[in-house]
């Protein structure tokens, strides 16, 4: 007999007869008569109830499972009598495939997240953490979609490179240099390694997508990058999802066009066909997240020069932990100010300060700001950061010269300055903050499956 989903049973309009499910049990409960388990598949949040009754031959066995104990049930799928559940299965056998001991670490009470980073193999499991990562698989599911009705191509960025796309050298060494030879000479001869020079694992796919964009018109990238910041907050983990179109012939307006339609589809997406799930988060962890929602699909995202929000910001009177100048890199309590607070909506920051962005932005004709984008989001901050590219050879070439910059290692990326370069524009959009943002979660750890963190990669 076919496995049933939960989930497909739940939508069912009439009893379909037989059913065989699968899962864990969440909790169980004895009578002389009659074992009553919640059990759980990981399809849906809502268990399904089933009913063992003492007629059944192992009747004695099924009384001995216990909460995490993995099942095979068939049965017979009835409508209940109990509140708040619409089907039932009535047992005609249980196989045990696996008993979990008393000891199973997530019995039927409140675990704090902090906790449940702890056993991170096992918190799918919890209510929160399977609705989390159902979402997320869904977004991921949707990305995947919008571009592909926009006719963008899929391109899957290598994520070991010898250039530094952020120039902020915050990146993780890639070597097969042993150790004990490094040690003992004193230094790392790349030359003897095995690409024969300094590799690393990126920080971003968009030196590629851009060469893909001026060859295929538009392209996405969508997968892990790696930062090695040493930084324990609620919003930065070494491995993270990056989402990263790259649009040809296009700019900085038209990307900040396609980053609305993208936030707003998204949202949307989830709201159609993550309702139940969300609806945790609704309840339980952030109460305005409907609002919230609402805002993002039908508000129009505000849109101003970084020049005008440092004037906002200085005006607004508000204690701010850190400064407020022109030339600084906003904080996030200044982002989180102008979206949540005076805007009370998303918000596009352009043109920064040349000085605080990397060289492949496009200079403005003030020659001291870049053509830079950030999306700031109310709870969130910063969501999307993108520019419109350098397309001048002769500006590009200025521009690492002013930052010291080799050329020799980018002579691929200045190529494409030389045949057939065409203005165009693209950003990243970081997958876990946007998981963040729509459901309430508010430390990046418990969005990701198993998050690397200084000092952690348990798992």
């Not at 979402?135 to 009705?149: G, L």
């Not at 990307?255 to 993208?262: F, I, V």
Request: proline share 4%; charged share 30%; with cysteine.
């Amino acid at each position: 007999m076919k496995r049933t989903k939960i989930n497909i049973l739940r939508q069912l309009d009439k009893t379909p007869g037989q059913v065989q499910i699968k899962g864990w049990v969440r909790t169980k409960r004895d009578s002389k008569e009659f074992s009553f388990m919640e059990v759980n598949d990981g399809s849906c949040l809502k268990n399904i109830q089933v009913i063992a009754n003492k007629d059944l031959d192992n009747y004695d066995e099924i009384q001995g499972i216990t909460t995490g104990t993995s099942l095979m049930v068939v049965g017979d799928l009835v409508e209940s009598p109990g509140k708040g559940q619409k089907w039932e299965v009535q047992a005609l056998g249980v196989e045990i495939v696996s008993l979990a001991p008393e000891s199973y670490p997530l019995q039927k009470k409140r675990h704090s997240d902090e906790y449940l980073r702890t056993i991170a193999h096992l918190r799918p499991r919890t209510n929160k953490f399977g609705a989390i990562f159902r979402i997320r698989s869904e977004i991921a599911f949707a990305i995947h979609k919008f571009y592909r009705d926009k006719g963008f191509k899929y391109l899957t960025a290598p994520l070991i490179t010898g250039s530094d796309c952020e120039g902020a050298g915050e990146m993780f060494r890639v070597t097969s240099l042993s150790p004990a030879d490094v040690q003992k000479s004193g230094k790392m001869d790349f030359s003897k390694d095995f690409f024969g020079q300094e590799s690393n694992l990126t920080v971003s796919g968009q030196l590629s997508a851009e060469m893909f964009a001026l060859s295929l018109g538009d392209v996405y990238t969508f997968g892990p990058t790696f930062r090695a910041e040493n930084s324990n907050t609620s919003r930065h983990v070494a491995e993270f999802w990056m989402l990263e179109p790259e649009m040809a012939f296009c700019d900085l307006e038209g990307s900040m066009d396609h980053g609305e339609e993208l936030v707003k589809y998204l949202v949307g997406h989830a709201m159609e066909f993550c309702e139940e799930d969300l609806s945790l988060f609704f309840q339980f962890v952030d109460k305005s997240l409907p609002k919230l929602m609402d805002t993002l699909m039908k508000q129009e995202f505000a849109r101003l020069s970084y020049t005008e929000a440092i004037e906002i910001l200085k005006k607004s009177n508000k204690s701010f932990e850190f400064k407020v100048d022109y030339g600084i890199d906003l904080q996030s309590e200044h982002e989180r100010f102008l979206a949540e607070e005076y805007f009370k909506k998303p918000v596009f920051l352009t043109d920064y300060p040349k000085t605080i962005k990397p060289f492949y932005m496009r200079m403005n004709d003030d020659e001291k700001t870049v053509a830079a984008v950030d999306l700031l989001v109310p709870r969130i901050g910063e969501l999307i950061g993108g520019s419109q590219r350098e397309e001048r050879l002769d500006r590009l070439e200025k521009r690492m010269e002013e930052m010291n910059l080799p050329k020799d290692p980018y002579w691929w990326y200045l190529d494409s300055r030389k045949f057939g370069s065409v203005p165009h524009a693209g950003f990243g959009l970081g997958f876990e903050r946007f998981l963040m943002m729509i459901t309430g979660v508010t430390n990046i750890r418990d969005v990701i499956p198993f998050p690397r963190t200084p000092g952690n990669i348990d798992f």
